[in-house]
């Protein structure tokens, strides 16, 4: 059974900061997405991340995958406040099914 | 535009009833899955929903509790039967949009169903 850690779970930090969210996952997956869910919201798709060595980036966020650690990482570069928000990874497994992290409850201060 | 909507988006229910939720996708899709969020928790899934044959559920999800249907290549159902408070969640739908007209291939969400057992 694929088993999915994500920490922090929480985090708060100040607008212009950076900080690295870190994803482990304990069995093989070549694929590893990532999503944004606001309050009340749906999932919206940040990321997907297709081999090792994958670095990916949009805007402030970047994410990357090493599938031999079993490990991604989303790294925010001078947060702003619009990021606030819970990320979730999610590696993915057969048939195309994801098993998601706990989720990032990220808050960004001014 | 939305690529995958649901219905209902919320609904408040009984103890003891059933509640069929619907998801439509744009295009034809291979592969649509459900998930359950509860109230403060990350997403579990649920089953796999497959055309033309029974929907393959994970461990902990049984198709007395949650039937699904998948009658073509862009719609889903899912029955939430005889529900109890424990029940109250976010369902998801989710396809597989690998090949469709977007700019990369990744899994999509509909927008959810909200539901309350009382």
């Known amino acids: 059974e694929l088993k999915v850690e994500q920490n922090p779970l929480f985090l708060s930090m100040q607008e212009g900061k950076n900080y690295t969210i870190y994803c482990n996952y304990s069995t093989t997956s070549d694929r590893l997405y990532w999503y944004r869910q606001d309050p009340g919201k749906s999932l919206e798709s940040l990321f997907v991340l297709l081999s090792n060595g994958a670095v990916k980036q949009e805007g402030r966020l970047m994410a990357s995958l090493d599938t031999k650690a079993r490990l991604s990482t989303l790294h925010i570069t001078a947060a702003v406040h619009d990021l606030s928000a819970t990320y979730f990874c999610a590696p993915e497994t057969s048939g195309s099914r994801l098993t998601f992290g706990e989720g990032t409850q990220l808050t960004v201060n001014p | ?118």
């Open chain 2, 1 to 118: 535009s939305a690529v995958i909507s649901q219905k209902p988006s919320r609904d408040i229910c009984q103890r003891g009833t059933s509640l069929t939720i619907q998801c439509q996708v744009d295009s034809q899709v291979t592969m649509m899955f459900w998930y359950r969020q509860q109230p403060g928790q990350s997403l579990t899934l649920i089953a796999t929903a497959n055309q033309g044959s029974e929907a393959t559920y994970e461990s902990g999800f049984v198709i007395d509790k949650f039937p699904i249907s998948r009658p073509n290549l862009t719609f889903s159902t899912l029955t939430v039967s005889n529900m109890s408070p424990e029940d109250s969640s976010i369902y998801l739908c989710s396809a597989d949009l690998a090949g469709a007209p977007l700019p990369t291939d990744t899994q999509y969400f509909g927008p959810g169903t909200r539901l309350t057992v009382l």
